[in-house]
């Protein structure tokens, strides 16, 4: 799930990274990338609604989601609706450069121009030559508002009795947009295992250290496949009881 004024080519490299039994699934926004002349989706639960059903109707093994800045609430809130609703639980929750949702934060969506470019030199996450540029900056900046209209309907806590999956929740440590407490606060989305980690870097650290942040997230999932197919071996072996009665 990408971060606002984001699409789906922010991750067109991860698959390459990635070990080959994980495929990377780039979700397109309405509004972004390729899928630029939609209507982007102001409305957080309108949006999860529609890729719940999708995701409902497609997913057909094992899956974690990911999800950057903007992208970590869609994300929590697509697996636990998941879990809930239609009862396909991720194996494993990745959130990013992001508080929790339900603390309060600014909100940017009437912002003027100026703070606008402000906001985005301040996330150092936008090239300069770009920021320069306002034929660009004329054309994104409508697609930032849309998504930080987004960003202000997400739910505002955890859906009680959703997610049991593992939460991880990786951050830049320059980022300035979270705070420890902020971080630590997504212990309350999920009764499963929960942990964070901190990389080198500001709020685009997913750019800055990839390697290091595909790493972690690989190395994760394998150690679920790992333990998956270690429990399926130990159900098919007989027990001591078994083997004494041949």
């Not at 900046?141 to 997400?154: E, H, Y």
């Not at 939460?167 to 979270?178: A, M, N, Q, R, Y």
């Not at 429990?231 to 072996?237: K, N, Q, S």
Request: include cysteine; hydrophobic fraction near 45%; glycine fraction near 8%.
């Amino acid at each position: 799930m990408p971060y606002a004024g984001g699409d789906a080519s922010a991750f067109r490299e991860w698959g390459a990274a990635l070990p080959d039994n994980i495929e990377v699934v780039a979700i397109e926004l309405p509004g972004h990338g390729q899928r630029m002349a939609e209507e982007p989706c102001r409305r957080m639960s309108s949006l999860v609604d529609v890729m719940a059903g999708a995701c409902a109707a497609a997913i057909d093994r094992p899956f974690a989601i990911f999800g950057h800045s903007m992208g970590a609430s869609i994300a929590i809130e697509l697996a636990s609706r998941l879990a809930t609703v239609a009862e396909r639980s991720p194996v494993h929750v990745f959130v990013s450069g992001a508080q929790a949702p339900h603390i309060e934060r600014r909100s940017l969506q009437h912002v003027s121009r100026e703070e606008l470019l402000v906001e985005l030199r301040r996330w150092n996450g936008v090239p300069e030559e770009v920021l320069a540029n306002n034929a660009i900056i004329e054309l994104f900046i409508p697609i930032l508002r849309a998504d930080f209209a987004l960003v202000d309907t997400r739910a505002r806590g955890p859906v009680r009795g959703g997610l049991a999956a593992p939460l991880t929740v990786f951050s830049g440590i320059e980022d300035p947009e979270v705070t420890d407490e902020g971080l630590k606060a997504w212990r309350q989305y999920t009764s499963g295992p929960f942990d964070l980690q901190v990389f080198p870097g500001r709020h685009f650290f997913l750019d800055s250290a990839r390697s290091e942040l595909l790493h972690e997230i690989g190395r994760r999932l394998v150690s679920w496949r790992f333990a998956q197919r270690s429990a399926t071996r130990a159900a098919l072996e007989p027990t001591e009881t078994e083997r004494c009665g041949r």
